[in-house]
């Protein structure tokens, strides 16, 4: 008997993996896949996604799985290959890009637009920051120095130390309305203007710029300080905590949006499913084709077969 059950093992692993292999087998499986495809269409995201499996996965997520050394090795190699590939490129980003796109850049560039209030809010917080409130006295400190010392030679090193308290205290009584003509000047629309204008041209040299001149940024690698941030960041409890939260609220939100509209409404299924199942198809026979998973699929080929024999005769004899 264990001879036979060993031949009979041996015997459904050679099945399947001929079965695997086989035309007919690729055939029958991407037939099924376009089938699911076609129900799953038509199926509301509600019904084929577990809302609570995605926040399980999130909240338990061990980003220790990753390995911070080999994420910033990939990131040093691949920024280095990718400077070599960029030297051997002509032109430049606006000559790679089609005419259509270039188009749309240069529409959303030239596009006006108005600081919301939660900007300007933003805009008067910064301003009212004890480093700006430095930067400022400084910068006054400075043109008043400077001023003096181009009408008085004789003010010199000495008297702008001696001085410079009560300069800086002087300076000090000013700075809240200072800081306010500040606020209302960086949130006047007539100066967001001058403000897109300046970016729209950064943004456009940039674009115009030859390709060769990223590559000689890129071939140089992450410095020092970017390797240890990046070793740093990938095993920060906090970061993780806060991309953590993020994530889940933004899955929330997402999913609060689509969970009663069809998958079909979201991905072009129809007119996808046949390429799509293809694709499917390519990755799964060679899963199937590992021995592992060959042994599992005969193994349970052969529990399966004693109970469908035993169905047989009780029908038999009934």
Known sequence: MPTQRVKR?????RYWTRRIRSKGFRRELTALIVRELEALGHARVGEVLDAGLVRTVIRQWDPRIIDAGVVVDLAERGSRHAGRRLRRRDGSLLDALDAALVADIDALLAEDGELSADAERF??????????R???TDLIFTAIVSFYQKVNPFFGTLAMRALEEQIKGFISLFMPALQRQAIGFAVDR???RIVRD????IVRQQLDAPLSGYAAMLAKGPTRATERLLRTALTSAALEALIRDAALAVWEDVYEEIRERRVGDLVDLAAHDVWLAERCVEWLVPALARPGVVRFLAAEMRLAMPSEAQATRGKVRS
Do not use: H, K, S, W
Request: aromatic residues 12%.
């Open 190 to 192: 007539q100066n967001q």
């Open 123 to 132: 805009i008067a917080n910064v301003m009212q920051q004890e480093f700006v």
């Open 198 to 201: 300046f970016v729209r041209e």
């Open 134 to 136: 430095r930067l400022f």
């Open 9 to 13: 093992a041996e015997g459904d692993e």
